[in-house]
C-alpha cells in the first residue's frame, strides 16, 4: 500500500503523468475492442513501459517494482474511463495537458538518473528520450499499429530538446536542482505545444519504394 | 545436455508446459507460412518469453541460460508437429490439457520464485501473471497479430487468480509448499475451464472511437 | 566523443557493419513515411538491437551505452540516406556486402563474448544467431511487418551455422583467435551469399490453418 504522509510535490506530478499515460493506453486498447484486463495491462505499459527499459538497460530494479502507486494509478484510471468514458471526448484538452505534464516529467527523472548513475550526457538525453517515449510505443506496438510517434514527432523531438537543456543546465550552471527540473519540463511542454499549436513536424525521408530492399 | 538421473515431478510436469507452449507458437507460426526456423523461433519465444521478462525483471539470468533442456523440448515440438501436422486437430483437447498444466506451472514457479527474493505479494502475482502470459503476447507480436489475451482474457484471470491464491496460502497458511503449489495450479486451470465452459469474458469498454486521441 | 587514435581494424568493419544495418532500418522506416527522427530511431534499433538483447540477457550494460560511436554512425547512416536517396537503389550490391560483413562480424562478437563469459557453447550459438538477427527482428516489428527473418531464413541459417563453426573451432582446435574469427565470418558469408544465389530455403510447415486452436 501507499503511505500518504510522505507525499510530495514530486510524487503528486507523477501520480498526474502516470495517470496522463494509462489513460491514453486504456482509450485507445478499447478502441480496439480489449477486454477490461487487456486494457488495464495496455495502461499500465503505457505508463511503466519507458521507466522499465531503462531501468534494465542500467542493470537496476524497475522503479514500479518498488512502490504499488503505479499500479493503483492504472485501476484508479481504468475505473475513471469506465465511469466517465462519455464525457471524456470533452475533456481531452486537460489530458493533453496532463500529459504533457508527466511526459516533462518522465524526461526530467530519466535524465538526472542517469547522470546520478555516473553516465555520459549523450546517454542522458537517449535516457530522458526512453522514459517519455518508449510506454507509447510498447503501447501501439500491443494495439498493432505502427507508433504513432515515428510519424508526429512532436513527442520525441520534445524529449530530445528536454534532454540537452537538462544535461546543459546540470552540467554547466551552478543553478538550484529544483529549477533545473522545472526548467526542462517547462521546455518540453513549451516545445511540444509550439509544434501542435504550428504544426510543426520533421521532413519524411523520400524515394524509398517498399520491398526495394533485396536482402 | 540433459542429466536424465536427476528427473523429478516437477521436471515432467514443466517439460509438458514447455512443450504444450512451443506447440502453440509452432501451429500459430506454421499458419503464417514461417519457415521451420521461424517456427522453431516463435515456439521457443512463447515457451520461454514471460520467465524471460520475469528473470529481466528481476535482474538474474534467464532461467534457460542455464540447460539447454527448452531448447530441445522446443525442438521435439517441432519434429512433432512436422510427423503429426495432420492428425494435431484430433489431439485439440489433449494439447489443451497440456497447455492449462503448462500454464499453471508457469504461474507457480513465477509468484514462488519472486517470495522467495523477498519481494512484496503484489509483485508476485504480477509476476506470475507474467509467467504464464508475456510467452503468449510475444508470440503474437511476432506473428503480427493483436495478442489474443487482451480480447479473450481466459488466460490473463486465470494467472492473476492463481496468483493471489499462491501469495495467501504461501504467507497466510502454514501449509506444506507442495500443497500450496497444487491447489494453486488447480485452482488455474479450473479457472480456466470453467470460464471456457460457459463462455466467460471480462467485459469491454465502450464509447472510444479510433483516433479520438489528439495526441 | 570518439577517439580516432585508438581505431583498430576491427572497429572499421564494426562501423561498415553498424552503418549498412541502420541503412536497411532507415530505409524501410523511410518507405512507410517515417519521419527523420522515426527514422533514426529505427536504423539506430536495427543496428544495436541484437546487441543490446543480448547483454540484457547476460546482465552487463548494453554495449552502446559505453561508447557514442554507435549513435554517430546511425546519425551518418541518416545524412547518407539523406543527400543519396536517388541512388541508394544502384548500390544494393554494395549494401549487400556491407550488410553481409556486420551479420558475420556481430555473429562472431556475440558467440565469442558468450564463451569469455563462461557459459556452454550451446548458449554462444543462440547469443551469436541473436547479435546478428535480433536487430532486424525489432526492426520489423517497429515497421508493423512480419519479421523477414521467419519467412526468408538465409539470415538466421547462416547465423547458427557460424555460431557452430566459431565454436567448434575455438573450443576444439589450438588456432590463433583472429583465425576463428575470421574463419567464422567467412563461412557466415558463404552460406549466405549460397544461399541467395540458389534460392536455397528451409521448408515451411504445412497442414496448419489459422484459428485452428481452440485456446
Same mark, same amino acid.
Given at each position: 500500500?501507499?503511505?500518504?504522509?510522505?507525499?510530495?510535490?514530486?510524487?503528486?506530478?507523477?501520480?498526474?503523468?502516470?495517470?496522463?499515460?494509462?489513460?491514453?493506453?486504456?482509450?485507445?486498447?478499447?478502441?480496439?475492442? %480489449?477486454?477490461?484486463?487487456? =486494457?488495464?495491462?495496455? !495502461?499500465?505499459? /503505457?505508463?511503466?513501459? &519507458? $521507466?522499465? +527499459? *531503462? #531501468?534494465? @538497460?542500467?542493470?537496476?530494479?524497475?522503479?514500479?517494482?518498488?512502490?504499488?502507486?503505479?499500479?493503483?494509478?492504472?485501476?484508479?484510471?481504468?475505473?475513471?474511463?469506465?465511469?466517465?468514458?462519455?464525457?471524456?471526448?470533452?475533456?481531452?484538452?486537460?489530458?493533453?495537458?496532463?500529459?504533457?505534464?508527466?511526459?516533462?516529467?518522465?524526461?526530467?527523472?530519466?535524465?538526472?538518473?542517469?547522470?546520478?548513475?555516473? %553516465?555520459?550526457?549523450?546517454? =542522458?538525453?537517449?535516457? !530522458?528520450?526512453? /522514459?517519455?517515449?518508449? &510506454? $507509447?510505443? +510498447? *503501447? #501501439?506496438? @500491443?494495439?498493432?499499429?505502427?507508433?504513432?510517434?515515428?510519424?508526429?514527432?512532436?513527442?520525441?523531438?520534445?524529449?530530445?530538446?528536454?534532454?540537452?537543456?537538462?544535461?546543459?543546465?546540470?552540467?554547466?550552471?551552478?543553478?538550484?536542482?529544483?529549477?533545473?527540473?522545472?526548467?526542462?519540463?517547462?521546455?518540453?511542454?513549451?516545445?511540444?505545444?509550439?509544434?501542435?499549436?504550428?504544426?510543426?513536424?520533421?521532413?519524411?525521408?523520400?524515394?524509398?519504394?517498399?520491398?526495394?530492399?533485396?536482402?
Amino acid at each position: 500500500m501507499f503511505d500518504f504522509s510522505t507525499i510530495q510535490f514530486v510524487d503528486v506530478i507523477e501520480f498526474i503523468g502516470t495517470f496522463a499515460f494509462a489513460i491514453s493506453g486504456i482509450r485507445l486498447a478499447s478502441a480496439k475492442k %480489449f477486454d477490461l484486463f487487456g =486494457a488495464f495491462v495496455v !495502461g499500465l505499459v /503505457t505508463a511503466v513501459g &519507458g $521507466g522499465t +527499459l *531503462r #531501468d534494465l @538497460l542500467f542493470g537496476v530494479i524497475p522503479f514500479w517494482m518498488d512502490n504499488s502507486i503505479y499500479l493503483w494509478c492504472t485501476l484508479f484510471a481504468l475505473v475513471f474511463v469506465m465511469i466517465f468514458h462519455n464525457y471524456l471526448i470533452h475533456l481531452d484538452s486537460t489530458f493533453f495537458a496532463f500529459d504533457s505534464i508527466g511526459l516533462a516529467l518522465f524526461v526530467v527523472v530519466g535524465a538526472e538518473k542517469t547522470l546520478n548513475l555516473g %553516465f555520459d550526457p549523450w546517454v =542522458a538525453v537517449i535516457m !530522458g528520450t526512453i /522514459t517519455g517515449s518508449v &510506454g $507509447g510505443v +510498447l *503501447r #501501439d506496438v @500491443l494495439i498493432n499499429e505502427i507508433p504513432l510517434i515515428f510519424r508526429k514527432e512532436i513527442y520525441a523531438s520534445a524529449c530530445v530538446i528536454g534532454g540537452v537543456v537538462f544535461v546543459l543546465l546540470y552540467n554547466h550552471t551552478g543553478l538550484n536542482l529544483i529549477f533545473v527540473e522545472i526548467s526542462t519540463a517547462f521546455v518540453v511542454i513549451l516545445v511540444r505545444y509550439l509544434a501542435i499549436k504550428y504544426h510543426l513536424s520533421l521532413p519524411t525521408l523520400k524515394g524509398e519504394k517498399k520491398n526495394n530492399l533485396p536482402y
